[in-house]
């Protein structure tokens, strides 16, 4: 359990780093989580903190109801949304979610982000689709639209919430986060190709 706490630590924190650094998140806004192996704990990002903050100080701990178990500072209010997917999905080892611009931008005009790169193709698979929320995070209510698209497609890898930004998933927190960088970097492409009338 403790080496299984370890692990899930060092991606959390290296994860948090890569993300900040690659500016696909700025301030404190997004979240990130690693699901603690064996447990129906996560780890998760303090709110009002940014990637660049996360450390282990401010390391916080919480069921996948978003209660926290260990530590002294607030969860991130996407708590139920990362929990939720932790429970249902246990091939999900990491999360991240990102206020990436471009992504927005798509999500704002498309109902998916077409991989209109090769590399994308290659990596992604398919397109990132667009999930239509209301709320500014992901409430009990507004699960089910993203159960629907997970339940339809098991290896989905991420998507891109309307107005709000990337969720992206993987066996772990450091992959989830290239995940979001790539789908960031396909977007700002895509978004470009779209302003010079070429999709």
């Not at 979610?97 to 005009?109: A, D, F, G, K």
């Not at 990596?123 to 699960?143: A, R």
């Not at 790539?182 to 999709?199: C, P, S």
């Amino acid at each position: 359990m403790y080496r299984e706490f370890l692990k899930a630590k060092t991606d959390f924190l290296q994860a948090a780093a890569r993300t900040y650094q690659s500016r696909i998140q700025t301030g404190t806004g997004g979240n990130l989580s690693v699901r603690i192996p064996g447990t129906d704990l996560m780890i998760v990002k303090p709110s009002g903190y940014s990637y660049g903050q996360c450390s282990e100080e401010n390391l916080t701990i919480t069921d996948f109801a978003g209660n926290l178990q260990e530590g002294t500072y607030k969860p991130t209010r996407e708590s139920t949304l990362h929990g939720n997917l932790y429970r249902r999905y246990a091939n999900i080892g990491g999360i991240v979610h990102t206020h990436s611009p471009y992504s927005i931008l798509i999500s704002l005009n498309f109902s998916r982000l077409n991989l209109v790169t090769l590399h994308s193709e290659l990596k992604l698979k398919k397109p990132i689709q667009v999930i239509d929320v209301t709320t500014q995070s992901v409430t009990e209510e507004e699960l089910p639209k993203v159960f629907a698209v997970m339940d339809q497609a098991p290896d989905t890898s991420a998507f891109i919430l309307r107005g709000h930004g990337i969720v992206a998933m993987a066996s772990n927190a450091t992959k989830a986060g290239q995940i979001a960088e790539l789908i960031e970097e396909t977007a700002e492409i895509a978004w470009n190709q779209y302003l010079a009338g070429k999709v």
